[in-house]
């Protein structure tokens, strides 16, 4: 082989690499596109679960997501929402009861046991659990809950309009009930909007039957 050829074959092999890394690198940025987070899950700054309160604890969306049938966006609970009951409950109950097991073998008072997690919310709330308290002068302040669902500013999307219609939760969040942590289930792609109103205008959602949801540029983009 000639030395031109030689570096001519190097220069050829480093511009396929050069191309391949720029295809990788552009498939990977195309994840990051907005819409396009199906699957996102992102930690959050207490370790909420899902799974337990809406599954096992049963207690209903709308105690916490509470303008879901009255304003476009379904909000996140105030620290005051959580408060209702973990005023009461600073601990998982296995952690109790562990301790008032240990409190009687050792024949000495239970003492109160305060979850880190728990303790948390207590430190946003400026909630003291011994004295069961509100902390004068300590500033409460909300928890900086992480974003799953975004879509981008362009496109109107409303809950009201969807829930009162008897669109449920599990349509486009999946089983949110099941989840330890809240991820995205749905594309929230345009073609994923859309094909659900075609299919309700053919009938072909039970349940919407008798519903008409438009498919014009304008109710979703204005
Ligand atoms: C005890 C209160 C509570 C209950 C009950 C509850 N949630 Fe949530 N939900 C939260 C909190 C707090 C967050 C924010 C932290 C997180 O994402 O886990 C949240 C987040 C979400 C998100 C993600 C929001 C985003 O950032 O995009 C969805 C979707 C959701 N909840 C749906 C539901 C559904 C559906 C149910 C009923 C099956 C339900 N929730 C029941 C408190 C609750
Ligand atoms: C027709 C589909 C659809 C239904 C039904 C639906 N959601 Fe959503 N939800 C969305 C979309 C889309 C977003 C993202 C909105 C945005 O980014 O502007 C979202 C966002 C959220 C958020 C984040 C806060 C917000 O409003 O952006 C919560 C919490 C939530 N949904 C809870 C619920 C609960 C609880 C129910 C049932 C009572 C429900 N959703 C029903 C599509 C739906
Ligand atoms: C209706 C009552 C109720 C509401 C409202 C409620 N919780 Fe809970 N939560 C409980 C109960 C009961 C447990 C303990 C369940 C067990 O141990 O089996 C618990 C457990 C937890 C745990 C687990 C503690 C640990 O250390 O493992 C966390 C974290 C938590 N809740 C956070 C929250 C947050 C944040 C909110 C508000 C968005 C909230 N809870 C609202 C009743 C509630
Ligand atoms: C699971 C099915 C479903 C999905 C997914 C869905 N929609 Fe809808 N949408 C409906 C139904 C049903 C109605 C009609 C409600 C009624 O009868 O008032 C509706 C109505 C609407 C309306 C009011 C239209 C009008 O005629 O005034 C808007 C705006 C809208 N949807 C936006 C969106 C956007 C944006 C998305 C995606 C982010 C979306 N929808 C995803 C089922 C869906
Ligand atoms: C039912 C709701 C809905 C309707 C109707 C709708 N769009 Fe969209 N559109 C969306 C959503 C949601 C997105 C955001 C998609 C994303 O982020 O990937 C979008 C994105 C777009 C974009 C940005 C490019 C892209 O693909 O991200 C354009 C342009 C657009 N729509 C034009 C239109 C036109 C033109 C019409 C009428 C023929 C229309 N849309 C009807 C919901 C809708």
């Known amino acids: 082989m000639g030395k031109g050829l030689l570096l001519r074959s190097i220069g050829i092999s480093i511009l396929i690499l050069l191309i391949a890394s720029g295809i990788i690198y552009l498939q990977q940025t195309n994840i990051n ?25 049963e207690i209903s969306c709308k105690y916490c997501h509470t303008s879901v049938e009255k304003s476009q966006t379904a909000e996140i609970p105030a620290t005051s929402t959580c408060m209702n009951c973990h005023e009461y409950v600073s601990a998982p109950w296995d952690s109790v009861k ?9 024949n000495r008072d239970p003492e109160l046991v ?8 207590y430190q946003s709330a400026g909630f003291d659990p011994q ?10 302040y909300s928890i900086r809950w992480n974003k799953v669902h975004h879509l981008p500013d362009f496109v109107v999307f409303d809950h009201r309009r969807h829930v009162t219609a008897g669109v449920d939760c599990q349509q486009c ?7 330890e942590r ?30 008409y949801a438009s498919t014009d540029c304008g109710v979703c983009h204005y």
């Open 33 to 57: 596109r907005p819409g396009n987070h199906q699957g996102y899950a992102p930690e959050q700054p207490i370790d909420f679960s899902h799974q337990m309160h809406a599954g096992e604890l």
């Open 98 to 106: 562990l301790e008032e097991q240990l409190a009687s073998e050792q």
């Open 114 to 121: 305060v979850s880190p997690e728990i303790q948390k919310l």
């Open 131 to 140: 004295s069961m308290e509100y902390i004068e002068n300590e500033n409460p």
């Open 173 to 179: 969040h999946g089983n949110v009930a099941a989840m």
């Open 182 to 211: 809240v991820e995205q289930v749905s594309t929230l792609s345009m073609g994923w909007c859309v094909n659900c109103h075609r299919d309700v205008n053919n009938d072909r959602v039970t349940g919407l039957e008798e519903r």
